[in-house]
């Protein structure tokens, strides 16, 4: 079962990737590349990268027995709300062609899940409470350990906060590995990004992730209520937000609060 999942893996990687060699030459720039096998160019360094993480996430199996419990692992160390657990995309509500479209993005994105990860799309909800952002995201990232196999790290915003705090207080707790966590997770869940007023420790923090991710290709899904003009003016600044912004599908949730229905 590991090596068809690796088989599978590695034909839809190298589908999305493409060629890059053909007859010994780069097929981009027709450098002779029958040495050194690798391109400088700048298209072969972009799909260079490509190949890179395609490679390790394919190389997390190599040591893998047991298929099933490497998933289950996984979801556990996703630590996604439980209130969301055992539920699928069927559980989100759609009474509105919004909610419909909001589905279907979530839907399509973990169709090409493998795609967006090796091009490092970012995903950004941002509308109303009680509009379904978290539980359509944490459906969608259970979705994709289940099927590709990536690691998908979720975190609320308060607890994101409160656990640098923690580690500050107490000589057990790593602040460096902490946030080490979150800038390196192959793909990184930001919930609630606006429920705290930041101090300046925690903008520059973001800032970091925010650099750090789009500088290593890594995707970003973030979720608020405030709009991303609110959040760059008053929360974390234009530089964070910005690079959240830049090659990301983006949503809206409009509706009413689901929470205040009786």
């Not at 996703?78 to 919004?98: I, L, Q, R």
């Amino acid at each position: 079962m590991v090596q068809k999942k690796v088989d599978e893996l590695t034909k839809m990687g190298m589908g999305i990737i493409g060629p890059r060699i053909k007859d010994s030459c780069c097929v981009f720039c027709g450098a002779d590349l029958s040495i050194t096998k690798y391109c400088d160019c700048k298209k072969s360094m972009r799909v260079n990268q490509q190949v890179k993480k395609l490679r390790r996430l394919i190389d997390k199996y190599s040591y893998v027995t047991d298929l099933k419990e490497y998933t289950r692992l996984q979801l556990s160390e996703a630590n996604f709300p439980k209130k969301f657990a055992g539920m699928d995309f069927s559980d989100y509500v759609t009474e509105t062609n919004e909610q419909k479209n909001n589905l279907l993005i979530m839907k399509n994105y973990v169709d090409k899940a493998l795609e967006h990860y090796l091009k490092a799309t970012n995903l950004i909800f941002v509308g109303n409470f009680g509009n379904g952002k978290t539980m359509l995201m944490s459906i969608g990232g259970d979705e994709i350990i289940r099927k590709y196999g990536i690691q998908v790290k979720y975190v609320n915003i308060f607890d994101f906060a409160e656990s640098i705090k923690k580690s500050f207080e107490s000589k057990e707790l790593s602040t460096s590995k902490i946030i080490e966590g979150y800038k390196k997770a192959p793909i990184l869940i930001l919930d609630d990004i606006d429920k705290i007023n930041p101090s300046p420790f925690i903008i520059d923090l973001m800032y970091g992730i925010a650099n750090y991710r789009g500088e290593n290709k890594l995707p970003t899904w973030i979720n608020a209520n405030h709009s991303l003009e609110d959040l760059s003016n008053n929360f974390y600044g234009e530089g964070t937000i910005s690079r959240f912004y830049d090659s990301s599908i983006k949503a809206k949730f409009t509706g009413e609060n689901w929470r205040l229905r009786t």
